[in-house]
């Protein structure tokens, strides 16, 4: 069995990534597996080439239909026989994939979990060899990861109905110990084999951006970054609806995703998206988890999401192709706030109380890392590479962290006032307040409920009101990671702490580290600006792109189902003559080298002959070939 043939044949890869080949051979063997592999790590190959070598089919357990989508063009393309059924299917298609499958035409089949439990699916897995089940996205069966979906509980009871219990292989792209023990019990995984490839992915610039207007800096950011891919997330569908507005006013070609918007038009901007219409991609959370898009080259955070997990899960959206792409969040001390507002809204209406809200606990626990990540001058990589419990350099010496240049800032005074008029706020009410509150009496507010407590008497009231409030949050931010102040986990109010006590009257110094941004922006430009591939084969890029563009219009597929932008730039690299050399580029299999390839070459030579024709007419000017 020559797996490497089947890897370069179907998919045009020479060599396997960290973890594939154990992952593969795990499954030929008819062992249960748990793979952990970073996004774009390969992680839908280890269960695409086993459905190939194995008797029966394999069936994919599949959040999102645009994954399923996605997959099952590519595999197409690749010359594999896959079908999905989802609700995107007319009758008449379904009832057509029913009938193929029962005769045994897919080697691969896509199901939503929620399909599960439906008769006629039962029926149809009843009466065919399943080989396989592999569940993506398995971490959405954890309660206590950032995706749980209850659907999910229902799979290792579907299984369990199945005339033959298949191999079961279960992938994720971020799972804490916790989350990977959930995996195993709760999909009852027989004595799994497990391999985790580890969380980094060293394509991705992680940064952290604490702006005086987010608006301005997105814009900054985005026209910077124009022609590229990007998405960016926000907290909530309103936010959504006006930066999208405010991206379009500006003539950047955005489009939209959330939950308020109808199906149609949802599939419709998702399209624009994934088609290039609109490179550019404004969204709540609800967008993006099974995306198979390769070549988005920046996510940006316009405001902090709850957890580590769910960063990670997003930012990773950029890069799939492995290409240099860019992570930045945008980060203020407001979005505490909005976080702990969606999170006090969450919950899953099934669950007893105490339940519920044992897991707010949970995700309250888990937005303090968050802040933490947001708040923190050491390497952004390590951060994220410590909770997921992954070894690592000190400094990564490519995040916006390690390249940004730090001062450091006496704030005693500031935060003696502080520190002060939470405590003067607790004696005239008899209870402390939350940040906002104490921003505001801090600042001079003249907002009835400050004055209706009388708080506008203070003595330390408006005492920082030359300060913006951002700059006085950060000032709150810092106390408490500094142990100064604390919050109170169920009222969510600040009081000062006993460290406070030597701030106050004992003229302890508070220091406070500040990043400046200019190191880490000129490192951003470089990443940014610095060509893929030699100057003279930007132009060969170029027109190869132009051919992608080209072929994908005319079969109605996003570009990136062709070919990647890491098959072309490596195309541009080698500039193959013949279908031969062609098969040699990274991503070109024989079933897409016989599709495209002709179109492809076409391109090469007539670039060459382009390039010979220039050459000839430097001769003829100087005598001498170009390179002299």
């Not at 044992?358 to 802040?371: C, G, N, P, T």
């Not at 913006?468 to 986990?489: H, K, N, Q, W």
């Amino acid at each position: 069995m020559d797996l490497e043939g089947i890897l370069k044949r179907h998919f045009g890869y020479s060599e396997f990534r960290p973890g594939q080949r154990q992952l593969i051979e795990g499954i030929l063997a008819g062992r249960d597996v748990l793979g952990v592999m970073p996004t774009g790590g390969g992680k839908s190959l280890c269960y695409q080439i086993p459905a190939l070598l194995e008797e029966g089919m394999t069936l994919v357990i599949s959040p999102l239909i645009s994954l399923m989508k996605d997959q099952v063009t590519a595999l197409r393309k690749a010359g594999i026989a896959a079908a999905y059924l989802n609700s995107t299917l007319s009758p008449e298609a379904m009832q057509q994939v029913y009938e193929q499958a029962a005769e045994g035409a897919y080697r691969l089949l896509y199901v939503a979990p929620e399909r599960l439990g439906a008769g006629d699916f039962l029926a149809l897995t009843r009466s065919l060899p399943i080989a396989l089940v592999a569940v993506d996205e398995a971490h959405c069966i954890s309660q206590w990861g950032q995706d749980f979906r209850p659907s999910y509980l229902q799979i290792a009871r579907f299984v369990g109905r199945l005339p033959h219990r298949p191999v079961i292989a279960a992938f994720t792209a971020t799972a804490t110990t916790q989350v990977r023990s959930d995996i195993v019990r709760l999909l009852q995984l027989r004595d799994p084999l497990c391999e985790i490839t580890g969380f980094d992915r060293p394509n991705l610039f992680f940064d952290v951006q604490s702006p005086h207007s987010k608006r301005k800096a997105l814009l900054r950011l985005v026209e910077e970054r124009r022609g590229k891919s990007g998405i960016i997330y926000c907290a909530t569908r309103v936010l959504v609806e006006q930066v999208c507005q405010m991206l379009c006013a500006n003539g950047i070609p955005a489009t939209r995703y959330h939950a308020g918007l109808a199906d149609d038009e949802r599939q419709r901007n998702q399209d624009d998206f994934q088609f290039d219409r609109r490179p550019v991609m404004v969204a709540t959370n609800a967008f993006g988890m099974g995306i198979d898009k390769s070549n988005v080259s920046y996510v940006i955070h316009y405001n902090m999401p709850k957890s580590l997990e769910a960063y990670y899960q997003e930012a990773g959206r950029a890069g799939r192709d492995g290409e240099p792409a860019d992570c930045i969040l945008l980060y203020s001390a407001g979005d505490i706030t909005t976080a702990k507002y969606l999170i006090a809204q969450s919950g899953n209406d099934r669950m007893e109380e105490a339940e519920r809200e044992r897991v707010r606990r949970q995700e309250y626990d888990r937005l303090q890392v968050m802040i933490g990540y947001c708040k923190t001058t050491g390497c952004l990589r390590g951060c994220l590479l410590d909770y997921f419990g992954q070894a690592h350099a000190a400094h990564c010496g490519s995040c916006g962290n390690c390249l940004g240049r730090y001062e450091r800032q006496d704030i005693t005074v500031p935060a003696q006032m502080i520190l002060s008029c939470a405590q003067r706020i607790r004696h005239k009410l008899g209870y402390y307040v939350g940040r906002s509150t104490l921003v505001q009496v801090l600042r001079g507010s003249r907002q009835q409920r400050i004055l209706a407590g009388g708080l506008d008497q203070l003595s330390t009231y408006g005492l920082l009101r030359r300060l913006s409030a951002e700059r006085v949050y950060t000032l709150i931010d810092y106390l408490e990671s500094a142990g100064y102040l604390m919050t109170d986990p169920q009222h969510f109010t600040l009081r000062p702490t006993q460290a406070a006590s030597a701030v106050l009257f004992e003229g302890e110094p508070v220091w406070l580290t500040v990043r400046s941004d200019r190191a880490a922006e000129e490192a951003l430009r470089g990443r940014r600006w610095t060509p893929a591939a030699a100057p003279q084969e930007q132009d060969l890029f170029a027109a190869l792109k132009a051919t992608r563009f080209r072929l994908a219009q005319q079969e109605n597929v996003p570009a990136y189902l062709i070919f990647s932008n890491a098959t072309l730039t490596d195309m541009a690299n080698r500039m193959p003559r013949n279908r031969f050399e062609l098969l040699d580029v990274a991503g070109v299999g024989e079933v897409k080298a016989e599709r495209y390839g002709e179109a492809f070459l076409e391109t090469i030579a007539d670039y060459l002959a382009e390039q010979g024709e220039a050459e000839e007419d430097t001769r003829a000017i100087t005598g001498f070939p170009p390179d002299e």
